[in-house]
């Protein structure tokens, strides 16, 4: 499978444990994207990276969430004493940037429930 | 006033019936527009992008782009059931992705 992965697939914790969540892009992809999203909204964003930088990040995003891409290829998003606001399912994506323009690609996502 | 905004729906149509979906952003400076499918518990699928006005076809979608009007809109030719899901406009100004709230299809047999 080439498609963007995403572990777990499911988490369970209690609140004010940590947790980490992992995302494998496409290969060639240079661009990933960390989205979070609850039922009957769409994708909210809260960081990117190209490459190994990461360029944006949510006015909206706690500091209890952090996120790295330490060579340019996994990612990581840690979410820091979990609150029960946390439970949503976290997205992954990843894309190439062309000339063109830019084309974003899916992960099956995290969810997260805290308990 | 949110970047991308969609009528969330229901969308009802019969099987066979062409499905209208509707999105407007508020970004003039938005040069890539996106169309993603969602099944329920499922994470989002792309099915169409356009980059230019006017029409993209790729099968039973067509995506229509209008630029001055901040319109882009999703048509779906002979609905079947398996396209009853949650469609999603995402718009691109050039620093990330705003994703619209959705609407929310179903085809019925």
């Known amino acids: 499978d080439t498609g963007v992965s995403q572990n777990p697939r499911h988490k369970i914790t209690k609140r004010g444990q940590n947790v980490t969540f992992r995302c494998d892009p496409i290969s060639e992809h240079n661009r990933l994207y960390w989205y979070r999203q609850t039922l009957g909204q769409g994708p909210e964003f809260l960081t990117y990276?190209?490459?190994?930088?990461?360029?944006?990040k949510s006015r909206l995003l706690s500091d209890r969430f952090s996120a790295e891409r330490p060579k340019g290829s996994f990612s990581t998003l840690e979410i820091q004493r979990t609150e029960q606001g946390d439970s949503a399912m976290y997205l992954c994506?990843?894309?190439?940037?062309?000339?063109?323009?830019?084309?974003?690609?899916f992960g099956p996502g995290t969810r997260l429930l805290v308990l | 006033q949110k970047e991308v905004e969609q009528n969330s729906g229901p969308l009802s149509v019969p099987e066979g019936a062409i499905a209208s979906l509707n999105c407007t952003y508020s970004?003039?400076?938005?040069?890539?527009f996106f169309w993603y499918r969602q099944y329920s518990g499922k994470s989002p699928e792309l099915i169409m992008f356009?980059?230019?006005?006017g029409d993209k076809e790729d099968g039973r979608f067509t995506a229509q782009l209008n630029k001055a009007s901040q319109y882009v809109s999703l048509l779906i030719r002979d609905s079947q059931p398996s396209d009853s899901a949650t469609y999603l406009c995402a718009v691109n100004p050039g620093n990330q992705f705003y994703f619209g709230t959705g609407t929310s299809l179903t085809v019925i047999p």
């Open positions: 356009i980059y230019s006005n």
């Open positions: 990276f190209q490459n190994e930088a990461q360029l944006e």
């Open positions: 970004d003039r400076g938005s040069q890539s």
């Open positions: 994506a990843s894309s190439l940037e062309l000339a063109m323009g830019e084309t974003q690609y």
